[in-house]
């Protein structure tokens, strides 16, 4: 293996130093002559260019490679900012009350082709069967009573029937009282059987 020498070389900005390299023959690995090497030369900087960094960037080229092996990936960034705004929230804002801080949704029923959207917490409040249904896992086509297109279906039950239900939960505890005939308390006490509300049943043989 020979060097080729510094002077032999084209006048270039910066000194570079050429690295022969082997290629087989049939004698084994023979030197290549250096005239071959004009297009696969390597190159490296020379001892005088590397000095010419400023001492400061020399100092400063650890500390830069530490930080780089130090990021975090981008699913640790996300939980970092999550985990700081839940513990800003839990700091900066007052307790909620432990039963009258309501999470309500409001669910779209079709009950006899008519459309009702109502609030989900009188219904689930007095029923097994509608806390049932709203926890139900949501069907392939998606959760119901979110919309029009896919509302909850309350076969059985007549419009009279769920318009009293609802009068009574909105405004039962008004006086006078919501209903003013017997009929009206009668479909009541039916809606009300059918579906486990046992207080409501009550007031309405009451």
């Keep these: 293996?020979?060097?080729?020498?510094?002077?032999?070389?084209?006048?270039?900005?910066?000194?570079?130093?050429?690295v022969p390299y082997r290629v087989p023959s049939s004698e084994?690995?023979?030197?290549?002559?250096?005239?071959?090497?004009?297009g696969s030369?390597?190159?490296?900087?020379?001892?005088?260019?590397?000095?010419?960094?400023?001492p400061s960037a020399n100092a400063r080229l650890p500390g830069l490679l530490a930080q780089s092996?130090?990021?975090?990936?981008?699913?640790?960034?996300?939980?970092s900012i999550a985990s700081f705004f839940t513990k800003l929230r839990?700091?900066?804002?007052?307790?909620r009350h432990s039963e009258f801080y309501l999470q309500d949704e409001l669910s779209v029923f079709l009950v006899d082709g008519v459309l009702f959207r109502v609030?989900?917490?009188?219904?689930?409040?007095?029923s097994d069967v509608f806390r049932t249904m709203f926890v139900c896992p949501p069907t392939q086509d998606g959760p119901e009573g979110l919309s029009d297109d896919k509302p909850v279906v309350l076969p059985d039950v007549t419009v009279a029937e769920f318009e009293g239900l609802l009068k009574f939960l909105y405004d039962g505890g008004t006086s006078p009282s919501p209903f003013?005939?017997?009929e009206e308390w009668v479909r009541l006490l039916s809606i009300a059987t059918r579906y486990g509300m046992e207080r409501i049943r009550c007031e309405s043989v009451a």
């Design 90 to 95: 839990s700091v900066s804002s007052p307790p």
């Design 119 to 126: 609030h989900r917490f009188f219904l689930q409040r007095e």
């Design 41 to 54: 030369q390597l190159s490296f900087s020379s001892p005088a260019s590397r000095s010419s960094r400023s």
């Design 28 to 38: 084994g690995f023979a030197s290549r002559p250096m005239s071959a090497l004009s």
């Design 69 to 79: 092996s130090m990021v975090a990936s981008p699913v640790e960034s996300v939980k």
């Design 180 to 182: 003013s005939t017997a």
């Design 1 to 18: 293996m020979s060097w080729r020498s510094l002077d032999s070389t084209p006048e270039l900005s910066h000194p570079v130093l050429t």
